[in-house]
């Protein structure tokens, strides 16, 4: 894994492992979580549609070196938002060769491990993520329905 991605992770793993560290985490969540949905409230929102992941669905194998990319969707676990992901579209042959001369924006194994999962993806699904608020899963579920159902509407 690249420095660049280990320092923008929330938790490094290792360290001190004490109850008295996990409580302070604990604290510090519950006051994100407070702040977040202060937010949220504020911007009168139903739900967010948002990337669960920012590369398409990566096939078997390519996955390992670019686990950390979970962090979009981890930050609504975080949260214990109600969550779900609905394919729209697949990557074609055509998005594939468009990135054939793709260097990243670092040029670090993070990137290049990235561009070989996306050379690799033409067929995988492309998805959006759907995220509520806790204890509202039916207009999660409910938002994820009607995006479904436009998307055959179009078809």
Not at 48 to 56: E, H, L, R, Y
Not at 109 to 120: C, E, Q, T, Y
Request: with cysteine.
């Amino acid at each position: 894994m690249s420095k660049r991605i280990a320092d923008d992770l929330v938790l490094h793993g290792g360290g001190d492992g004490s109850v008295h560290r996990y409580w302070n985490l604990q604290h510090e969540a519950a006051q994100y979580r407070t702040e977040f949905f202060a937010h949220w409230r504020e911007m009168k929102l139903d739900a967010v549609i948002c990337p669960p992941f920012p590369i398409a669905a990566a096939p078997i194998g390519c996955v390992d070196h670019i686990s950390a990319l979970v962090s979009y969707t981890g930050l609504y676990n975080l949260l214990n938002c109600p969550g779900g992901v609905v394919p729209v579209t697949k990557v074609t042959h055509s998005d594939t060769e468009q990135l054939k001369d793709y260097k990243g924006h670092y040029g670090d194994n993070w990137d290049r491990h990235i561009k070989k999962a996306n050379l690799k993806s033409t067929g995988m699904p492309v998805g959006v993520q759907v995220v509520g608020l806790p204890w509202k899963d039916e207009i999660c579920l409910r938002l994820m329905k009607e995006i479904e159902s436009g998307l055959q509407v179009q078809a």
